[in-house]
């Protein structure tokens, strides 16, 4: 078995005391690919670098919606001179909307929100989409923005099997992570029934969202496997044959077929 990491923070502060020791063991809990994504300049600069230092390593660079208050031009400058210098980064990512929070307001991440998704375009990228509590306001910008030309994954997906059908109709892949093992993640297990196998994708987005039984704690990719495998309850499938289908469709979303 080989599974492909879609969506990862390893840059972030909870694996300063062992990061290196969590990375050297991923390989032997079956994960051969890891994106890693940022979601400020910071960490998108984190991304870049974390990709010339590891083999495995790919990357995403962009700015979440809530950091996106102080966005300005010259950043979509250097997000575009990333993409440009360094073909391991992989995606513009990860971006899109935040409404569970009143700041930052509504318009600012609409307008970056656009911004980067016309740099995806440009750059001929696909993107990594958060979208919570913002639902009709990221279908209405990504359909406005032919979101197909560029392709990409709903992250973290957390809305209904009715939107994923919108989703999945732009091109889009389904990013789905620990939330499938939740006693409370039904409204994800329904989207994956409904789901075809060759559109979706696994996730941990570590350090965040780690599967039961280990909810609360810190994720790592290591964790995929638990992720595998209840897909392949709810699809009747294998977990060999589900980390299969997801790398492949991985390695397709991210364009590293033609690599």
């Not at 740099?119 to 989409?129: D, F, G, H, S, W």
Request: aromatic share 8%; with cysteine.
């Amino acid at each position: 078995m080989k599974i492909f990491e879609t969506h990862a923070h390893y840059d972030d502060d909870a694996y300063n005391e062992d990061r290196e020791a969590v990375i050297d063991r991923l390989k032997s809990f079956d994960v051969d690919k890891v994106v890693n994504i940022g979601s400020n300049m910071e960490t998108s600069r984190n991304t870049d670098a974390f990709t010339k230092k590891y083999d495995f390593f790919y990357g995403a660079v962009g700015v979440h919606p809530s950091d996106t208050e102080d966005m300005k031009e010259s950043d979509i400058d250097e997000l575009r001179t990333m993409v440009l210098t360094n073909p391991k980064i992989v995606a513009i990512g990860e971006i899109g909307l935040d409404y569970h929070w009143p700041e930052p307001g509504r318009d600012i991440q609409q307008k970056w929100f656009i911004r980067q998704l016309e740099l995806a375009r440009e750059l001929r990228k696909p993107v990594v989409i958060h979208s919570r509590d913002a639902a009709e306001d990221t279908i209405r910008i990504l359909e406005e923005q032919k979101v197909e030309e560029m392709g990409g994954v709903m992250h973290c997906y957390s809305y209904s099997r009715e939107l994923a059908e919108r989703v999945l109709k732009m091109g889009l892949y389904i990013g789905v992570g620990g939330v499938i093992t939740f006693k409370n993640g039904r409204r994800l297990v329904e989207t994956v029934e409904a789901a075809p196998l060759d559109r979706i994708v696994v996730e941990t987005d570590s350090p965040y969202l780690a599967p039961e039984p280990y909810r609360g704690r810190r994720n790592t990719s290591a964790n995929l496997r638990l992720i595998v495998s209840r897909i392949a309850e709810i699809k009747g499938l294998t977990p060999d044959e589900i980390a299969d289908i997801t790398y492949e469709n991985a390695m397709r979303m991210y364009g590293l077929k033609t690599q």
